[in-house]
Nanobody, 129 residues
Framework: QVQLVESGGGSVQAGGSLKLSCAAS????????MGWYRQAPGKERELVSS???????TYTDSVKGRFTISQDNAKNTVHLQMNSLKTEDTAVYYC???????????????????????WGQGTQVTVSS
């Protein structure tokens, strides 16, 4: 059963914007910290941004000032607005959720799959120069 459904993503030129959305079940949305990881080819998976149930947000340094995470309580959905996109933002982006804090930083994909409770299917973001 799919617990997190992602939408958005696509291709854009550098400097452009994209918005990712992640719809969750009511249980997940009300009990879990939710966030977005990304993984570029040959690299570890990195937590880009997270939002806790009390609305506290985190961002990795490379996206601060450019990305904004938000939540729509009526739709059980978390959004990631990505502005001023750079070529280095190119990656597959994954929505994730866990009753505990999502692991910060870069982690091995296999370890994350075992230690984070819920994952979306992933959506490609490609930024061209």
């Amino acid at each position: 059963q799919v617990q997190l459904v992602e939408s958005g993503g696509g291709s854009v030129q550098a400097g452009g914007s994209l918005k990712l959305s992640c719809a969750a079940s009511g249980y997940i949305f009300s009990t879990c910290e939710m966030g977005w990881y990304r993984q570029a080819p040959g690299k570890e998976r990195e937590l880009v941004s997270s939002i806790s149930r009390d609305g506290t947000t985190t961002y990795t340094d490379s996206v601060k000032g450019r990305f904004t995470i938000s939540q729509d309580n009526a739709k059980n959905t978390v959004h990631l607005q990505m502005n001023s996109l750079k070529t280095e933002d190119t990656a597959v982006y994954y929505c994730a959720a866990d009753p505990q804090l999502l692991p910060r930083g870069r982690r091995d994909e296999t370890w994350l799959q075992l230690n984070v409770a819920y994952w979306g299917q992933g959506t490609q973001v490609t930024v061209s120069s």
